[in-house]
Each structure stands twice: as C-alpha cells, then as structure tokens.
C-alpha cells in the first residue's frame, strides 16, 4: 500500500525558511517522478514544483520560482522542498503526491500525503 508522509511545515516569519519532508512506502520510489502542490486557505489546488524520477530534472512554478528547491534521496524514499525567503502568500497546505510516471512534466497523480500546514506570519 502506497503511503505518503509529509512532515517539517509550521509557522514561519516572513523572509524565513522551511524544508519539507515526504517520505514514500509501498512503491519503487526511484521509479517515479514527483510533485509538491499546495492548497491555500479557500483557494484551489496549486501546483509547486516536480523532479524526475532520478533527480536530475526539476520544475517549478513562476510563484517559487528562485525561492523553492525541490529535491529527493532515492535511497531514503524521501522528497524534499526547501524553502526560502517565504512571504504570506506561501501560506497554505503542502503535499507530495506520486506521478504516473518518471517525466516531471507528467502532472498526473495517483497518490497523494495528507500535508503539512506552513504558515508564514509575523
């Protein structure tokens, strides 16, 4: 059974940093590309950031982009999102979720984590 674990969100100030953690069982992690997404209070589900299966390739979204880093140790099963330079609007609910695929441009899922509040306030 595939499960899904994301970890490390809380409150942060403005101008702060945060690393996400996502820990993966029940599949081939290294087989598999994955994504961040996140849900902000009342809005919809936005798209973060992807990498490729072996790590090589990543995506991000124009929002994150130069603040977000997106990462993964095939070894650990784990995915990470290191954050930095967070403001208000980053205030929302992160998850991991599984592609399809090993291509990080395949922005279809079968499987996400329940998430992790980050809250970026002073």
């Known amino acids: 059974e595939v499960h899904l674990v994301e970890s490390g969100g809380g409150l942060v100030q403005p101008g702060g940093s945060l690393r996400l953690s996502c820990a993966a069982t029940?599949?081939?992690?290294?087989?598999?590309?994955m994504s961040w997404l996140r849900q902000a209070p009342g809005k919809g589900l936005e798209w973060v950031s992807a990498i490729n299966s072996s790590g090589g390739n990543t995506s991000y979204a124009d929002s994150v982009k130069g603040r977000f880093t997106i990462s993964r140790d095939n070894a650990k099963n784990t995915l990470y999102l290191q954050m930095n330079s967070l403001k208000p609007e980053d205030t929302a609910v992160y998850s991991c979720?599984?592609?399809?695929?090993?291509?990080?441009?395949?922005?279809?899922?079968?499987?996400w984590g329940k998430g992790t509040l980050v809250t970026v306030s002073s």
């Open positions: 979720a599984k592609s399809l695929d090993s291509s990080w441009s395949t922005k279809e899922y079968d499987y």
């Open positions: 029940g599949f081939t992690f290294s087989s598999y590309a």
